[in-house]
């Protein structure tokens, strides 16, 4: 049998009424009348429906027919007609024609499914069986049977869909996409290395690439000026719902650039790949400091679809008689508030004190909340009467409260509390009061993050340990300077999800050296894990930058999937397992031996049979 002739099921329209066509696919669903068998057929192009009747089929192929059940692999010859009035199935784009068979040929049976893979109804109105009430991991035991499914096959196309326009843009903006290896030694990342044991090199390990940073640093060093790749990322971290062990970054690097050359190709990429889904977006995009996110919003990845901005209250306040922020002020820390505008009427008094100032805010970690609401132009609550007519005026005009909007307030001597609980609250209410836009997407970047962590002796990078610094002149083992350092990096945000982030990197070898030393690093443990890289430095490495793109998510985002599981073609489950492998998996004493994780130690006879002994 050969295929020359075949149709796409889902591109025949009516303008094909008469033509005979060959169409190849499986039965996604059949309707059988007695003489007249009515089927689905579906391939990756769409739908159509086929009409199998003894008027112009051989009675062989009308048994044949008889057979047919759900998913098997089938070939039809047939004609394409108009169908009759008031049997059209507006639920396919072929619903106005039909094709009738006069030949049929069975590629291959399916067994028994184990759920519906068909999403569309034989006739108008009648429902389908989904697969939201099967298990995920049944769906990912068979995913091939899975991927059948239109929907998530859809997911997959527009993925390829979106990288193609991604390589072609890059293409155009001289970028070269560049392979690097898989097997290598450790990128710090600040997770877990997946780690391959070496046959070759007994008792050696290559670790999986966290990310291809060093090596997309090294071709800068190399003169390749402008990099990218569609990369493999492996980390090894606590499970989340929406997080795989091996993910895809879209993963950047240029030469002699600066941030505002980031900023813009970055942003035609992100406003061409949300095109593909149908999603306007417009660029330039919003910038924030690190600072303004946290001190607004309470998070450094800011959800800027809705207001419910934090504004500080503290310098209205110094002088307060009312004791708990007295106290507050008295040990340093900071009075900050909510303006909740016009939800007055849905905020009840015992919600506000019942629910959130004694259960939802401890639970983020803060002591109390104080609550206020704006009736006949005056506030309103259990504390009022602590602050004075002056104080009330000036927490109004601060918050530009107006009648019928809720003020919530938190203080505490930490800073950092109240800005993490004032976000959380922020998320909490915005959520519960349905005020955040579903359709919109918002992109701003945030720059100038601290460049370090800094909890007491211990300090840990922000981003990794190649961002430059905004200044160089700082002494690594000076904590106090070293937590006051910002660095030359930036995140993209949208809609309170980072999807990337990179930086400006450190191409100056004494300055990379220095933060190592910032990191604690002893010399040996530089030069063990970091020397390939110094030495690299030394011989007239570019001033370069870059970026990477969570692919996974950003997909998922512009399809509107629930989780990123459904842009994957065989992703892990929640628990990083994979249902239709069954991998991770043991493997044999004899590979864990050759892979030199265990020492053969002899060997014996048991039940008549050679066993070889084996010891870690
Ligand atoms: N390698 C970084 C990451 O994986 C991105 C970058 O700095 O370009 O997050």
């Known amino acids: 049998m050969t295929y020359t002739e075949r149709s796409g099921c889902g591109t025949l329209a009516p303008s094909d009424v008469g033509s005979a066509v060959q169409l190849a696919g499986w039965v996604d669903a059949l309707r059988d009348h007695g003489d007249v068998l009515f089927i689905h057929l579906r391939d990756r192009s769409g739908i159509i429906q086929v009409v199998f009747s003894p008027k112009f089929m051989s009675p062989e192929d009308c048994t044949l027919a008889d057979s047919l059940r759900n998913e098997f692999c089938i070939c039809v010859t047939g004609r394409v007609i108009r169908r009759e009035h008031n049997t059209e199935n507006p639920n396919i784009g072929t619903g106005v024609i039909e094709v009738v068979a006069d030949t049929l040929v069975v590629l291959n049976r399916s067994r028994a499914l184990p759920f519906s893979i068909s999403e569309k109804a034989m006739v108008s109105g009648a429902a389908v069986g989904g697969v ?211 939800q007055s009427d849905r905020l009840s008094k015992n919600v506000l004190q019942n629910e959130y100032a004694k259960k939802i805010v401890p639970s983020f970690g803060a002591k109390g909340m104080t609550w206020m609401r704006m009736t006949g132009g005056r506030l309103e609550s259990n504390i009022v009467q602590f602050f004075s007519d002056e104080e009330q005026q000036a927490i109004i005009t601060r918050l530009g409260a107006h009648d019928g909007d809720v003020l919530v307030i938190i203080a505490d001597a930490s800073h950092a509390r109240v800005n993490k609980v004032l976000g959380m609250l922020r998320l909490h209410m915005a959520e519960r009061l349905d005020l955040i836009p579903r359709e919109v997407h918002c992109p701003v970047w945030v720059t100038d993050f601290p460049l370090f962590e800094v909890h007491g002796k211990n300090v840990t990078s922000t981003h990794h340990p190649f961002t430059a610094p905004d200044r160089t002149d700082f002494d690594p083992n000076d904590k106090g300077a070293l937590a006051a350092l910002k660095s030359r990096s930036y995140d993209i945000v949208i809609n309170g999800e980072e999807i990337g982030g990179g930086s400006i990197r450190i191409n100056n070898i004494d300055v990379q050296h220095k933060i190592f030393q910032a990191l604690g690093l002893a010399e040996d443990e530089i030069k063990d894990k970091f020397g390939f890289f110094l030495r690299s430095l030394r011989y007239g490495a570019p001033p370069h930058g870059g970026l990477a793109i969570g692919m996974d998510r950003v997909v998922s985002m512009i399809l509107g999937t629930s989780s990123i599981r459904d842009v994957i073609a065989f992703p892990k489950n929640r628990s990083a397992f994979c249902p239709l492998t069954e991998a991770p998996s043991a493997v044999s004493d004899k590979q864990l031996a050759e892979a030199g994780l265990l020492e053969a130690v002899g060997v014996g006879w048991v039940d008549g049979k050679k066993v070889v002994k084996f010891t870690p």
């Open 132 to 342: 939201e009430t099967v298990g995920e991991d049944l769906r990912l035991k068979y995913r091939y049977l899975d991927l059948r499914r239109p929907t998530i096959q859809g997911n997959i196309i527009k993925r390829h869909k979106i990288n193609k326009c991604v390589r072609d843009y890059l293409d155009q903006q001289g970028f070269i996409e560049v392979e690097t290896p898989m097997l290598t030694k450790s990128t710090p990342e600040g997770a877990r290395d997946y780690l391959v044991p070496s046959r070759v090199h007994p008792k050696k390990f290559y670790a999986l690439p966290q990310s291809p940073q060093l090596f997309k640093q090294l071709l800068m060093v190399s003169g390749l000026e402008r990099y990218y790749q569609l990369a493999r990322c492996f980390r090894d971290e606590d499970l989340r719902p929406n997080r795989q062990p091996e993910f895809t970054q879209l993963d950047m690097e240029a030469s002699f650039i600066d941030e505002e050359f980031i900023y813009h190709t970055t942003e035609e990429l992100i406003v061409r790949m949300f095109a593909v889904g149908g999603i306007a977006l417009s660029a330039p995009f919003p910038r924030m400091t690190w600072q303004e996110a946290i001190d607004t919003t309470g998070s450094d990845s800011p959800d800027i679809r809705f207001g419910l901005r934090l504004v500080e209250l503290t310098d209205v306040l110094t002088n307060t008689s009312y004791g708990i922020l007295q106290q507050v002020i008295k040990r340093g820390g900071i009075i900050k508030g909510i303006n909740i505008k016009g």
